[in-house]
């Protein structure tokens, strides 16, 4: 499974905290973020091939990860 990580996320999480908006933000940011991994972990514990990454990110592993599940007969 290909899931698209949201470059806005990551710009937020990098993003200072200056002020109580800010750290509000962040806050449901992080919230967000966890949600997403633990998704993540879910999927690979079910033994469920799973990609996680920024868009400009999914070619280059989608087409290892493919070579990778083709050379060990998984596919």
């Given amino acids: 499974?290909?899931?698209l990580q949201e470059?806005?996320?990551v710009?937020?999480?990098?993003?200072p905290v200056l002020n109580l908006e800010d750290?509000?933000?962040?806050a449901a940011t992080h919230a967000y973020q966890?949600?997403?991994e633990l998704l993540v972990r879910k999927l690979?514990?079910?033994g469920i091939t799973t990609l996680?990454?920024?868009p400009q990110n999914l070619a280059l592993l989608l087409t290892n990860t493919y070579?990778?599940?083709?050379?060990s007969g998984q596919i």
């Fill in 67 to 71: 070579l990778d599940l083709k050379s």
């Fill in 34 to 36: 966890c949600k997403r």
């Fill in 44 to 46: 690979r514990s079910a």
């Fill in 1 to 3: 499974m290909a899931s």
């Fill in 23 to 26: 750290a509000l933000t962040t």
């Fill in 52 to 54: 996680d990454v920024l």
């Fill in 7 to 9: 470059q806005a996320v």
């Fill in 11 to 15: 710009d937020q999480l990098a993003r």
